[in-house]
């Protein structure tokens, strides 16, 4: 089983969730740290494949939790947030240069144990 490591600032915006969505990206993560995918999440494309996102919607927003498993024996969750958009599923450019930024540092530290 996998150990849950916490990127910078992923931490403090998860506490801010509201407690049901906080319990289900917990569930989520759960799964995640076993090995699976929850149904709740899936895998981003492109130069972003390596993130899972964890996809939470209620009455009051939809919310999102970043993770990767990529990287030795942890899952790191990358980035936290509530999507404000409301034009489609996509992600936010903002959220998505923040996950880009916060990958690179989990691969720069990866690169540096080997």
Do not use: C
């Not at 319990?23 to 995640?32: D, K, P, S, W």
């Not at 930024?101 to 144990?113: E, F, S």
């Amino acid at each position: 089983m996998r150990k849950i490591a916490w990127m910078r600032g992923a931490t403090k915006a998860f506490t801010r969730l509201p407690a049901g969505v906080r319990e289900q990206m917990l569930e989520a993560l759960a799964v995640a740290q076993r090995g699976g995918l929850s149904d709740t999440a899936r895998p981003m494309k492109g130069d972003l494949r390596d993130i899972v996102e964890i996809r939470i919607g209620t009455a009051s927003g939809a919310y999102r939790t970043m993770y990767t498993t990529q990287f030795g024996a942890f899952l790191y969750v990358v980035h936290v947030f509530q999507k404000k958009s409301t034009h489609g599923s996509e992600t936010p450019k903002r959220e998505i240069d923040v996950i880009r930024r916060r990958l690179k540092a989990i691969r720069a530290v990866g690169a540096q144990r080997n």
